[in-house]
Each structure stands twice: as C-alpha cells, then as structure tokens.
C-alpha cells in the first residue's frame, strides 16, 4: 500500500513536494504523541508536523468542538462576521504581549508574514525591511526574499530593499566574538546595516525568537533589547514572528518574544496555534491595524472552522498549563541531551527553550556534519522515533514533540536516540 501511494505522489505531485526518508513513510493516523503508518507501524512524533501540532495528535477536545462546528456552519468568507472570529481575536488581544490589539486572520504562516510586512510599510511610510541571515519566512515570493537560507530561497532575483543583518547565532559568532564577552555585537552591527545598505529610514524589523529552520538558533538574553532600539530609531516597527515560537512551544510563557522582556508591534502566528488546522493570525497595535482601512478580504482567514479549533486549542493550553508542561519536560529532554553531548563529540550544541531543541552536529573543529543527521534520519525511523532538521549546512536535529508529552515519552526517545546514535558512530 505505502509503495503505491508513493509511486503516485511521484506521479502526481509537483517534484518539490519533498518527503523525508529514502523510503518516505506513508501516515494513516494519529493520536496523542504517535502517528501510525499505513503499514501499520507506530511512530513517537518529536517533530509534530513542523511545530504544529501542539497538543497531541486529533485532541479530543479539539476535535470535537471542530466536528460540532463542521456540522454548523463550515464556511464564510471575511464578508461576514462570525461569533468565534471576534472571540479568537479578542482572546489573542488578552494574551499577546504588551499593546497588541487587533488582529488579521489568514490560512498560513506566510500570508501572517506577508501581511505584516504591507503593515509596517504602510504605518511607517518606509519600505525597507531588515530580517536576520539564517531567518525562514515562507513559500510566496516576498517570503522567500524575506528568508536568508539559500536552500529555500528560488527564483534567482528578489524583493528589493530587504537588507539581512547577522544573526544571534553564538555557537558560530559570524564575528568570532564569545558570548558574554561581545557586547552582542550581532545585535549592534544593525545599526550600520541600516547606516550603510538602505537610506536611513526603514519599515521595520522580522525577527523570529527561536530560528526555526535556521536549526533553532537562539538569540542570547539581552539581543533585542539592543537590537529593537535600534530599529526604533531609525523609524522602523518591531515584527516578531511566532509562527513557531507560539502558543507555549518554548516554556512558561505563552509566547517565545516573552523571554526577552521585548514587546513587539507587529506579531506573526500559526502553526500550533489550531492544532494542525490551517491558520495564520497577524497582530498589531490598535494605531498600527487602524492605519490601513482600504479596501481587503480573505476568503479563508476567519473560517468558522479554523477559529474554532484555534480557541480549543489555546483553551486546552491553558486549562492544562501545557507551556508550563513544556517547560518542565523541556527541562527533562535537555538534560538528556546534554548527557548525550558528554557522551558523543560530534555533538556540538544543544540548544533552544522548551519544547523547542536544537542538536548540532559537526566533526573537527566545528565542521558541520550533515551525513550523520542523514544516518539519523533513517535509524531513528527504524527504532518508531519521529525527529526534525534544519540548519543552513542540514547538520541540525530539530525536537519539537507536543507540549503534553511527559518523562515517559522522553525517555523513549532518548533511548531511540542514544542507540541510534552509537550506530551511526560505530
């Protein structure tokens, strides 16, 4: 059955609808921490279908209120307004950091991104844009120009008057500084980018808390508390994007920018923030939405269905304290990282907050190593473990189970991944 349904994706699909696995693994189900093969087997999923979904596989209580609503009313575009559209943005108004106020929804990630770019030129009057090397943004063209990944980045020409400044990246400083000891030179440099590449005066700033695809690089504690003065300076508005750092992914707090004490303008969401069901949200302030009152709409942002799983989804997240969870057992997995790190040395890094980890692998002297994360792959899959990667040279495993998994499951993984491991070094 799996060969069929592979032999007719081959068939069917565009070519760049890529598949992980030399042999791609066909899923039938799912529930909770595992999925299911079409052959049968069961999988631990600690990628979550890229950090979407946040609360278990087909959540009971999320299900539900979708299948009850489904049976309500399935569509309406933006023309009209729903009960459950104003719920959800008045629910993301409460739990937003600092003045975020009014929010656009959409079906994705990108459309979030792109949506809030229009905004910040258009409240600005700029039309420059920094975003940070290392950065992922999407699958539109603005949102490939946006991104500094050249892996995803086609088409050859792009959007002009978007400048990438460096990135917090501390295991690989691109100024060769140690982190404390640099002054956050990465965070500083932004302010010659915009001195020297644009005209002084810029739109704003893309930021992701947690580099996604960048292989989850974290930006140390004091970066945008100098990098976002910065940008205000020179006229520019603050976009954070949670696509994947949202809804209590990284610990504790709601939203990832929340570790850093730094409140934005502009805020991107997604992924987890419905469960697995297609959503973006972009969130602004009150003067920064009011700004643009011509003419839009959006077929699918607001669907009935959509904003009805995103607020079962929050509600569990809450009623669960499952970023507290994440936190926690986060905590619990790390630690099980690190041991491995003593134990392996091409383990270069561990890194990232919550349930959002990063494991870097490399050979001498830092030398990326992509060939092991490959050998991985296939291992793990073997043993029904499910991970994640990423990284500009593809030598990052990415982790990012569901928030409500426990020791448990982390100590399976960790096992899957220990043994793994000392296969692919043997």
Not at 373 to 400: Q, S, W
């Amino acid at each position: 059955m799996s060969e069929i349904t592979n032999q007719k994706h081959k068939e069917f699909l565009f070519p760049c609808v890529a598949n992980y696995y030399k042999e791609p693994l066909v899923i039938d189900r799912g529930e909770g921490c595992y999925l299911y093969s079409k052959d049968g087997k069961k999988y631990l999923d600690f990628f979550g279908g890229i950090l979407t979904v946040s609360i278990g596989h087909c959540n009971p209580k999320v299900t539900e209120k979708i299948n009850e609503q489904t049976k309500k009313l399935q569509h309406t575009s933006t023309l009209y307004p729903t009960e459950n559209i104003v719920k959800l943005a008045e629910k993301l108004a409460k739990i937003t950091p600092g003045k975020l106020q009014k929010s656009f929804f959409t079906s994705s990630g990108t459309e979030a991104v792109e949506t809030a770019i229009f905004m910040a030129q258009h409240f600005t009057g700029n039309q420059e844009i920094i975003a940070l090397r290392h950065g992922y943004s999407g699958r539109s063209f603005l949102a490939m120009s946006l991104t500094a990944h050249s892996a995803w980045r086609h088409g050859g020409t792009h959007i002009a008057g978007i400048k990438h400044a460096v990135n917090p990246y501390c295991y690989r400083c691109p100024f060769g500084l140690t982190y404390p000891n640099c002054d956050i030179k990465c965070a500083q440099d932004i302010e010659e980018l915009i001195q020297t590449t644009t005209c002084g005066k810029i739109a704003g700033f893309l930021a992701e808390p947690i580099q996604g695809v960048g292989g989850f690089i974290t930006a140390p504690k004091e970066y945008f508390q100098v990098a976002v003065p910065i940008i205000k300076k020179y006229g520019g508005v603050f976009i954070c994007d949670e696509v994947q750092t949202g809804f209590g992914r990284t610990g504790k707090k709601m939203f990832g920018i929340e570790h850093w004490e730094i409140e934005p303008d502009i805020m991107t969401c997604a992924k987890g923030m419905a469960n697995g069901v297609p959503i973006g949200a972009t969130v602004a302030r009150t003067e920064i939405a009011d700004s643009f009152t011509g003419l839009t709409i959006s077929t699918f942002g607001g669907n009935p269905v959509s904003m009805t799983a995103a607020l079962a989804t929050i509600q569990t997240i809450e009623e669960e304290n499952l970023a507290q969870n994440a936190y926690e057992v986060g905590g619990y997995l790390r630690d099980g990282l690190l041991d491995l790190q003593k134990k392996y040395p091409s383990i270069g890094d561990v890194r990232g907050m919550g349930l959002m980890l990063g494991v870097e692998f490399v050979g001498d002297n830092k030398t990326p190593d992509p060939g092991i994360v490959a050998n991985l792959f296939e291992e793990t899959k073997k043993d029904g473990v499910l991970i994640g990667k990423g990284g500009l040279y593809g030598n990052v495993i990415r982790i990012a189970p569901p928030l409500n998994i426990s020791n448990t499951e982390v100590d399976d993984f960790v096992g899957v991944f220990d043994a793994a491991l000392s296969r692919c070094q043997s």
